[in-house]
Nanobody, 122 residues
Framework: QVQPVESGGRWVQAGGSLRLSCAAS????????VGWFRQAPGKEREFVAT????????EYADSVKGRFTISRDDDQASVKLQMNRLKPEDTAVYYC???????????????WGQGTQVTVSS
């Protein structure tokens, strides 16, 4: 199995940028779809972005479309989430997950990381 490990979360000012990384442990992401989800305190976890095996497979939540970009490294060892023009409402724990089909539903993903905290100040 693959074990996603997130990193890169930190405190950032509104309007700034961050790049989160989801590293594959155990095996690569080569045979997996990868998704990003986030959860703010007191709220349910929500879909952010997902990517399959081609550039055309990327999909984003409306709240982040045009600001966030998901991508795969060439060696399939990690997936990145580039986050631009960050807003206070982007504050959340961000989770990376691997599954077999790219999608927006949590149940589609079998392997989850422990999360990385992103805090956007205002």
């Amino acid at each position: 199995q693959v074990q996603p490990v997130e990193s890169g979360g930190r405190w950032v000012q509104a309007g700034g940028s961050l790049r989160l990384s989801c590293a594959a442990s155990g095996r690569t992401f080569g045979t997996y779809a990868v998704g990003w989800f986030r959860q703010a305190p007191g709220k349910e976890r929500e879909f952010v972005a997902t990517i399959g095996w081609t550039i055309d497979s990327a999909e984003y939540a409306d709240s982040v479309k045009g600001r966030f970009t998901i991508s795969r490294d060439d060696d399939q060892a990690s997936v990145k989430l580039q986050m631009n023009r960050l807003k206070p409402e982007d504050t959340a724990v961000y989770y990376c997950a691997a599954g077999y089909i790219p999608g927006t539903i949590e149940a589609q993903y079998d392997y989850w990381g422990q999360g990385t905290q992103v805090t956007v100040s205002s």
